[in-house]
């Protein structure tokens, strides 16, 4: 073996490539733990609301430690991901000694569930957050079975848009477990819809109640509280002062026929 020029020359090259790599190894290593490329700052970026000073300098403190090279950007992006009204992070580094966090926070659309001990939130996106109090006090109020919340986020935009000519808001959108909707209005008026159908989806059931609103219910001199939607013809209705659950509207049915 001994003997062997090739052998010899092969574990002479081998051992020579340990070595560079060893080299090189400790060299990348000085390089990224030297003191000479510390990290001089933490810039945030994005329209803040809701995240404070004390709650990002505590994040940064927590995770951006070591130099520009060797701090974990996945530990600073969780850290920052952890603060309240935070949705979502990416941070990177800027030559030579920066690290950049760029946040988005949730931007509140409702509070979520009829619990009202746990404040909890809808964003935008449809996705539910812990929240506080003074924010969701002028809030409308979402509700629906478990991983409903989106699609209860995307009807509140189509029910809103077609209430819009009455210059009504939804200021509840409740769906049901057995995934009947029902709303409650700005002015008071609960809207029971029920359940979509292929026949009669809910938005054709409230865009009709939108289209007789004014020949029918707009000229009643009294106060409504609650507006049946589930029937085929007509809707039926229920009046504070009168004691019967509800009465049928033979004048929205009448009108609509002579339409």
Request: overall charge positive; proline content about 5%; aromatic content about 8%.
């Amino acid at each position: 073996m001994w003997d062997n020029v090739n052998f010899l020359n092969g574990c002479a090259n081998t051992l020579y490539a340990l070595a560079a790599a060893a080299v090189i190894y400790a060299g990348v290593h000085a390089v990224i733990h030297s003191p000479l490329l510390p990290v001089r700052q933490v810039a945030l970026q994005g329209e803040l609301g809701h995240v404070t000073r004390e709650q990002a300098e505590g994040a940064a403190r927590t995770a951006a430690i070591g130099t520009f090279l060797s701090v974990d950007l996945d530990a600073v992006r969780r850290a920052f991901e952890a603060l309240p009204w935070v949705r979502k992070v990416e941070v990177r580094r800027l030559w030579p000694d920066r690290i950049q966090v760029a946040i988005e926070e949730h931007v509140a659309l409702a509070r979520w569930g009829a619990d009202t001990r746990a404040v909890r939130l809808v964003n935008t996106f449809g996705e539910v957050f812990a929240g506080d109090l003074a924010e969701a006090e002028p809030l409308p109020q979402f509700a629906g079975p478990l991983g409903s919340a989106q699609e209860v986020t995307r009807r509140y935009g189509a029910f809103r848009q077609a209430l819009a000519p009455l210059r009504l808001e939804p200021r509840q959108v409740l769906l049901s477990p057995r995934y009947a909707w029902q709303l409650r209005l700005s002015n008071g008026l609960t809207l029971e819809l029920g359940r979509d159908q292929l026949k009669e989806p809910v938005l054709d059931r409230l865009s009709r109640f939108v289209a007789f609103y004014a020949q029918t219910l707009g000229r009643l001199d009294r106060r409504l509280d609650y507006v049946d939607l589930r029937y085929p013809n007509g809707f039926a209705l229920r009046v504070p002062e009168i004691m019967h659950p509800a009465t049928d509207t033979k004048n929205a049915k009448s009108k609509r026929g002579s339409n």
